[in-house]
């Protein structure tokens, strides 16, 4: 079993920084591939970035050139620094953790995570 839990969400103004740490317990982190997902109200659940056992990252077309994925191993926490916010990036964000560990692929879509968060807010006013 895995736990994952989010923190540094917040209110802030168009153009502001903001960082999110998602901190992991219950098995070996390491070797698991870890995505950050957003909900904003009414849409559904959608894919912002991920980073790999081996340190590759990705990030969706949607924030890319603005945010910044990264993990301390032995820290057992990953960390989302997000930078210049819009207001349509207002969304509960959620940390996800695969399930396979060393997967060559990173997944994209909500469903193919088993282990969530419980998110935390940002919230960009404009």
């Known amino acids: 079993q895995v736990q994952l839990v989010e923190s540094g969400g917040g209110l802030v103004q168009a153009g502001d920084s903001l960082r999110l740490s998602c901190a992991a317990s219950?098995?070996?982190?390491?070797?698991?591939?870890i995505a950050w997902f957003r909900q904003a109200p009414g849409k559904e659940r959608e894919f912002v970035a991920a980073i790999k056992w081996n340190h590759s990252t990705y990030y969706a077309d949607s924030m890319k050139g603005r945010i910044t994925i990264s993990r301390d191993n032995a820290k057992n926490t990953v960390s989302l620094q997000m930078n210049s916010l819009k207001p349509e990036d207002t969304a509960v964000y959620y940390c996800?953790?695969?399930?396979?560990?060393?997967?060559?692929?990173?997944?994209?879509?909500?469903?193919?995570?088993?282990?969530w968060g419980q998110g935390t807010q940002v919230t960009v006013s404009s």
């Open positions: 996800a953790a695969d399930s396979k560990p060393f997967r060559a692929v990173v997944l994209t879509r909500q469903g193919e995570y088993d282990y």
């Open positions: 219950g098995r070996t982190f390491s070797i698991y591939t």
